[in-house]
């Protein structure tokens, strides 16, 4: 079995039933079968895309995604999905490591693409505004066959070095999680799963798309996101059953009057950690549960879930998922008991091939069949997870990850600076925003508003330090090491 033979099964089951709500236009299975064969075709026969080879998708949240995704994976290809927000000297970076030399887009992502091309003068384009068209036609497509062990995604994943790694991710990695949230998340047919964040993002690559489709249920695909309000109203109208989203926008949901009640079963919490404060509220307001999870690329990416039926922990990340093992170890590789803190560990169908062309960090990454995640936890004494620390300074904007060693290396690109050091300072509404403390060269004064601008001509706007703190010298620790733990008391004393 294979993703693209999974939807065509999936399909199979009621051809004209809804796959896709989108506005007031709906899309059948029959429909996205159809255009996904045509892609698949196209990338064929008219582009001479074979097995094994590296196709990118950078788009917005459209319908379009859904028969490109499966498409290139129809033809045998690989999917690159990448972040819609990054700027093109970003994504440049990521085409080149992942080899891929065709791009499917859109005409919103236009701007970027004469600096793509120059900086890649082999790649090739193709608007996904196009496959509905004429012009999109080819012969039918002849699906090469591809098995569960096969390479079907690669997931790009910021890295602590400042470049990003390229998580290797199988058909049956992605099968097999697609599986175990079917089961713990009692998903159905009946089921419509509201999809408003980014596509490319793996946590609604398999909970929001891949798993309501090929349960041969339904996506409400959100147009609009601002205010919640419309997203509400679209759930509300579209009769969505699971939304999975952000902490940040169950806050605003707990905010926003509603005015019927909504139809959904459950909400689920992702891609940052869920206040408990947060679940508490949302739990005062609505009868059906917010459940918070744990996942990361690496892992397809869902590894733990709080119960749909059993006892929830506020602040816990829950249980292991079916078919998933979780452990908490130390460093020596022994796992240790219920109430001790050590790295938390992951082993299953789920967990990632290796890290594109680079055996060194799969190598760190994997010990003895185990995914280390960089995660500090413990268990409690009834197998719940609970997360005290998280990977070497990270921080979570709107639940994406962003690295400060990546900012860093722009700041100090800038003329004038000696130091810097980035840390993520709590915010309302995004979870955390950068904050950069710059230390400049004697004699030297730098303009903060030019610094930040310089920052996000390079860099996606969500990694872009909301405020640059200068000092003299940046506080170090006896061997050198730059202080992060006295910049976060310095950025809790200026408020």
């Known amino acids: 079995m294979n993703l693209a033979a999974a939807l065509t099964q999936a399909a199979q089951k009621d051809p004209r039933k809804t796959a896709i709500f989108w506005g007031e236009r709906e899309y059948s299975f029959e429909e996205i079968v159809q255009l996904t064969a045509r892609v698949a075709g196209y990338l064929q026969h008219r582009l001479g895309i074979k097995p094994g080879d590296r196709v990118a998708l950078w788009l917005k949240n459209c319908p379009e995604f859904v028969p490109a995704l499966f498409g290139v994976l129809q033809a045998g290809a690989v999917v690159v999905p990448v972040n819609n927000f990054l700027k093109p000297a970003e994504v440049t970076y990521i085409l080149r490591d992942a080899g891929a030399d065709l791009l ?15 900086a890649l003068p082999h790649l090739r384009f193709v608007q996904v505004e196009q496959i509905g068209t004429e012009s999109f036609d080819a012969p039918p497509v002849n699906p090469p066959e591809r098995n569960e062990g096969d390479l079907a995604v690669i ?55 891949m798993l309501p489709l090929l349960v041969g249920g339904s996506m409400v695909l959100i147009r609009s996101l601002h205010p919640p309000r419309n997203v509400l109203q679209e759930i509300i109208h579209r009769r969505a ?3 999975p989203a952000i902490p940040q926008f169950f806050r ?31 739990a005062q307001k609505f009868p059906f549960p917010l459940i918070e999870g744990y996942g990361l690329s690496e892992a397809s990416p869902v590894v733990t879930k709080n119960p749909l039926r059993a006892v929830r922990k506020p602040g816990s990340i829950g249980l292991p998922i079916p078919h998933v093992e979780v452990t908490i170890q130390n460093d020596a590789g022994e796992v240790l008991p219920a109430g001790e ?20 960090e799969t190598a760190k990454a994997m010990r003895n069949g185990w995914l280390l995640t960089g995660d500090i936890a413990y ?26 060693r990546e900012v860093e290396e722009i700041i100090y690109q800038f003329p004038g600076v000696r130091e810097a050091s980035v840390i993520g300072v709590p915010d309302p509404r995004k979870g955390e925003q950068p904050m950069a403390f710059v ?15 310089f920052v996000r001509s390079k860099l996606a706007d969500y990694k872009v330090p909301r405020r640059i703190v200068l000092l003299p010298a940046l506080p170090r620790n006896a061997t050198g090491k730059i202080l992060k733990t006295a910049l976060r008391e310095m950025a809790t004393n200026q408020g």
């Not at 470049?163 to 079917?182: F, I, Q, T, Y």
């Not at 230390?439 to 601008?453: C, H, R, S």
């Open 155 to 209: 997931i790009y994943t910021s890295g602590t070095t400042g470049r990003p790694k390229g998580a290797m991710l199988s058909h049956g990695n992605l099968l097999h999680n697609v599986e175990s949230c079917r089961l713990v998340l009692e998903t159905v047919s009946e089921d419509r799963m509201a999809v408003l964040l980014p596509m490319f993002h793996s946590f609604m690559l398999c909970v929001g798309v």
């Open 252 to 282: 605003s949901m707990i905010n926003t009057p509603i005015p019927v009640p909504l139809p959904l079963r459950m909400c689920i919490s992702g891609a940052a950690p869920l206040p408990v404060q947060i679940l508490q509220e949302f």
């Open 439 to 453: 230390a400049p060269n004697e004699g030297v004064m730098i303009d903060e508003k030019a610094l930040i601008q």
């Open 241 to 243: 059953s699971i939304l």
């Open 104 to 118: 499917i887009t859109d005409t919103t992502m236009a701007e970027g693409l004469p600096e793509l091309g120059a």
């Open 341 to 360: 803190i050590g790295e938390l560990c992951v082993r299953g169908g789920n967990v990632m091939l290796g890290y594109w062309n680079q055996p060194e």
């Open 379 to 404: 268990k409690d004494a009834d197998g719940y997870i609970f997360i005290t620390d998280r990977k070497k300074d990270m921080l979570l904007v709107n639940g994406i990850n962003v690295y400060p």
